[in-house]
């Protein structure tokens, strides 16, 4: 559950890292479905009207590019970086307006450049436009909270057993034994998607 999960990340990174433009899109595409899930089980029904995933999902792209040099492999893994960026995305799209939906969320408006590039949009639309990844996305939903914590944090943000333990007040070993039955019980509910969700986390 930690560090970056394939030598392809790793590479990309160095190419991002030496300049290759090309590299960082690559790079964005290859943990774009991990992304979109992330952005998408954080929106509520009463967002949704104002804000798409999609939205949050370049604005993320942006920043990302804005500040990648500041992201240092020494200091721990792409996939952590990123996701810490949209995080501080996903809270300034919240405070951005004062409106408060009924179901307790602050509406969210997605701000960032006026052009983003043909290739992020692409990447953008096609996975949005996944309907293995929909569906996983879906049965994420269903699980109970803790079950959908433990996805989150240790499989889209790469968070270790001993953090996520001591975020959700579980033992290591409890949530170890939590994340192999849930990545078993998503292979068995989305049999169509077992590569995606391994993909995933």
């Known amino acids: ?113 006026s052009a983003i590039p043909e290739s992020v949009t692409d990447v953008s639309r096609q996975v949005a436009r996944d309907q293995v990844l929909v569906d996983v996305v879906e049965a994420l939903r269903e699980l109970d909270e803790t079950d959908r914590a433990i996805f989150v944090h240790c499989g889209l943000e790469g968070r270790s057993a001993t953090r996520v333990a001591a975020l959700l007040d579980l033992s290591r070993d409890a949530v170890l034994k939590r994340w192999q039955r849930l990545r078993e019980r998503l292979r068995k509910d989305v049999p169509e998607g077992v590569r995606l969700i391994d993909d995933l986390a």
């Open 1 to 113: 559950m930690t560090g970056d999960r394939s030598d392809l990340t790793q590479d990309l990174v160095r190419r991002a890292q030496e300049g290759d433009r090309e590299g960082f899109t690559l790079l964005y595409g290859h943990l774009a479905p991990a992304l979109y899930t992330w952005i998408d089980l954080r929106l509520s029904p009463g967002m949704r009207s104002r804000l798409e995933t999609e939205d949050l999902m370049h604005e993320v792209w942006w920043k990302a590019l804005d500040a990648f040099a500041t992201f240092d492999r020494e200091k721990g893994t792409f996939r952590a970086w990123l996701f810490t960026i949209a995080k501080r995305v996903f809270i300034s799209s919240l405070r951005r307006t004062g409106a408060v939906p009924a179901r307790g969320w602050p509406q969210a408006t997605a701000s960032g450049p």
